[in-house]
């Protein structure tokens, strides 16, 4: 504080006794002054927000020994075959750490179109190959039991790579390679409950 009094005692004016009176004040003091603002705009382009509606369908996976429907949010009204690719690409390890797994391979490559109500599942390579005998009626299971949940679909038929397939059903029987299979073949394998999947 005295620092600042001491600075200021010594740059303030002069104290005067009387006052002077202006006569005439500089012209260049009085004339009006012109000030220009220049103001720069930043345009700030909108973000564009997308919004995908999406649908809840039902996959089928396998909890301990039973197949456990699950619950999951794809695109809405997917086609079949957006459905089994999402069986195929299985299911979050992270959520329910390995209590919840697939039978299927995860390098199965298949395709599968729909005709009145009968879906074709053709597969390339081979389909129950590489699948233990135990988790093979389990594997089938999933991928029936996936399509035939949606909506249009009643029955399915197996085929690799063009040729019809014989597959496994829920009991243990074989179904020959010239009939179909259906949800009330694999029921008994289902479990009470669904799972939601919320991502990993």
């Known amino acids: 504080m005295t620092c600042f009094a ?29 000030t220009s603002t220049t103001t720069t705009s930043t345009s700030v382009a909108p973000t564009l927000t997308t919004v995908v509606e999406t649908e809840s369908v039902l996959l089928h996976f ?27 690409a299985g299911y979050p390890s992270s959520a329910f750490g ?8 995860r390098n ?7 005709e009145r109500g009968l879906a074709t599942v053709d597969v390339t390579g081979s389909l129950l190959t590489e699948i233990s ?9 999933q991928i029936v039991l996936t399509l ?3 909506p249009g679909i009643g029955q399915v038929e197996f085929r690799v790579d063009g040729e019809p397939q014989a597959v496994p059903r ?4 074989l179904a ?21 999947d919320d991502g990993p």
């Open 6 to 34: 001491v600075v200021f005692g010594a740059c303030g004016p002069r104290t005067q006794d009387n006052a002077t009176v202006l006569r005439g004040v500089p012209g260049e003091l009085t004339a009006p002054t012109t």
């Open 62 to 88: 396998i909890l301990g020994e039973a197949i456990t429907t699950v619950m999951r949010n794809l695109p809405r009204d997917p086609d079949p075959q957006a459905v089994l690719d999402s069986l195929l």
């Open 133 to 141: 005998p135990i988790d093979q009626p389990l594997a089938i299971a």
């Open 108 to 114: 199965l490559e298949a395709a599968v179109t729909v």
């Open 148 to 150: 035939t949940s949606r």
């Open 170 to 173: 829920g009991g243990g029987e």
């Open 98 to 105: 390995p209590d919840v797994r697939s039978a299927i391979p």
């Open 176 to 196: 020959p390679a010239d009939e179909t299979v259906a949800y009330d073949d694999y029921a008994i394998l289902v479990s009470p409950g669904v799972i939601r």
